[in-house]
């Protein structure tokens, strides 16, 4: 685990997932009031008392964020639009029920189609592998100070030596000895 100013953090130009040459930068969204981190390409839908860091990934890794952003505002639209559909097919089904008719094939549908909808949700919102590979685990002072938990040793090691005034690697074995 590092811990690192936010404000004087130097990425290298190598990319957290493979260590392949980073070119691109993604940004990572630090926003302490909603607990996990994000990733935006810009900083327009950050909110105040937010912070951004830049990592540079390669042409692989890269994500577009614009995409991803608009992926899960569909989804949550679909789903919601989906649910009130639900509501409506629950209503009709129980008065045909209720006149002895058969239900129908609305509700079913509305059904399926939600199911699909949630797989889909659950896909889009996991975190994507840049999130997995460099991970937000805190803040202190304000949020001045991040915590991070680069998976990639080889990528942890250059930025270490990248950030050598200002980076600390907070790991007691290591610190102990
Ligand atoms: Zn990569």
Excluded at 138 to 161: A, H, K, Q, S
Aim: with cysteine; aromatic share 6%; hydrophobic share 45%.
């Amino acid at each position: 685990m590092v811990r690192i100013d936010i404000d004087k953090a130097r990425f290298p130009h190598i990319c957290p997932v493979c260590g392949g040459s980073a070119k691109r930068r993604s940004r990572i969204m630090v926003a302490p009031r909603e607990g996990p981190v994000r990733t935006y390409k810009g900083a327009r839908l950050s909110g105040p008392g937010t912070r951004s860091m830049l990592v540079y990934v390669c042409d692989e890794h890269y994500q577009p964020d614009d995409e991803r952003e608009r992926g899960k505002c569909l989804c949550a639209a679909t789903t919601g639009i989906l649910i009130s559909l639900l509501l409506v097919e629950v209503i009709f089904a129980s008065g045909d029920l209720s006149l002895g008719r058969p239900v129908s094939i609305g509700l079913p549908l509305v059904i399926v189609l939600l199911g699909v909808s949630m797989i889909l949700a659950i896909l889009i919102f996991r975190p994507s592998e840049l999130e997995m590979y460099v991970k937000i685990i805190g803040f202190d002072l304000g949020i001045t100070c991040v915590w991070l938990r680069l998976r990639n040793p080889e990528y942890r090691d250059v930025f270490m030596e990248e950030n050598l005034m200002h980076a600390e690697l907070v790991n007691w074995i290591r610190r102990g000895i």
